[in-house]
């Protein structure tokens, strides 16, 4: 049975840190490219990042290049992803899925407010 279990959210001042993290079981995370998207109140899933299976190419939307880094430690099977630099539009449930889509966790909410 596959699972991802997301980690790490919380509530966050803005100009703070967080890292999630994203484990996997059930399923070997070298064999997929793996996103992080999110979903904010009242709006629909945005992309936010991509990793390839090697960890060595990652991509992210504008809105979080310079501030989000996203990383893969295939050994522990498990994704992560550092947030810096946070602001009140990065609130939002946070979720790891394969980058088919076919698999995705439940989620870790952020919420960064002051």
């Known amino acids: 049975d596959v699972q991802l279990v997301e980690s790490g959210g919380g509530l966050v001042q803005p100009g703070g840190s967080l890292r999630l993290s994203c484990a996997a079981s059930g399923f070997s995370l070298s064999t997929s490219d793996m996103t992080w998207v999110r979903q904010a109140p009242g709006k629909g899933l945005e992309w936010v990042s991509r990793?390839?299976?090697?960890?060595?190419?990652?991509y992210y939307a504008d809105s979080v290049k310079g501030r989000f880094t996203i990383s893969r430690d295939n050994a522990k099977n498990t994704l992560y992803l550092q947030l810096n630099s946070l602001k009140t539009e990065d609130t939002a449930m946070y979720y790891c899925q394969t980058a088919s889509g076919r698999y995705r966790g439940q989620g870790t909410q952020v919420t960064v407010s002051a």
């Open positions: 990793i390839n299976t090697g960890g060595d190419l990652t």
